[in-house]
């Protein structure tokens, strides 16, 4: 019952993935990894495909078996949450305009924390 679910999640995600190829503030990878954790648990061939990927696959792997993120998609991100922070300061009233900031500390703060792919 739930393999369809789990089917349509990762579609969506891969869905997703494939529209952060052509849009750079939206993340490939993080989509591509969630998409084979869904695959997983309903079309295994679906998962072998993206893991055996010669680009993505890699960052799969490497995220599965060590927790790992490559050194450019934290800079990537750093670089995507510091636009964020300084279009909220920009854009938001106080105390709103801190929002993005306070967000993009604790995340960031959590991906440099991970180690390097």
Request: charge should be positive; charged fraction near 10%.
């Amino acid at each position: 019952m739930m393999v369809p679910l789990w089917k349509a999640a990762g579609l969506s995600a891969l869905g997703l993935g494939v529209v952060g190829l052509a849009l750079p503030l939206i993340p490939t990878v993080p989509f591509l990894i969630l998409a084979a954790f869904c695959f997983a648990r309903s079309n295994p061939a679906w998962e072998a495909r993206l893991v055996a990927h010669p680009i993505y696959g890699p960052h799969i792997v490497a995220w599965r078996e060590r927790g790992a993120i490559s050194r450019i998609g934290k800079v990537g991100a750093t670089l995507a949450f510091s636009g964020s922070i300084l279009m909220g300061l920009w854009l938001l009233d106080w105390p709103w305009s801190l929002l993005p900031l306070g967000v993009a500390a604790l995340v960031l703060a959590w991906i440099w924390t991970r180690p390097d792919l």
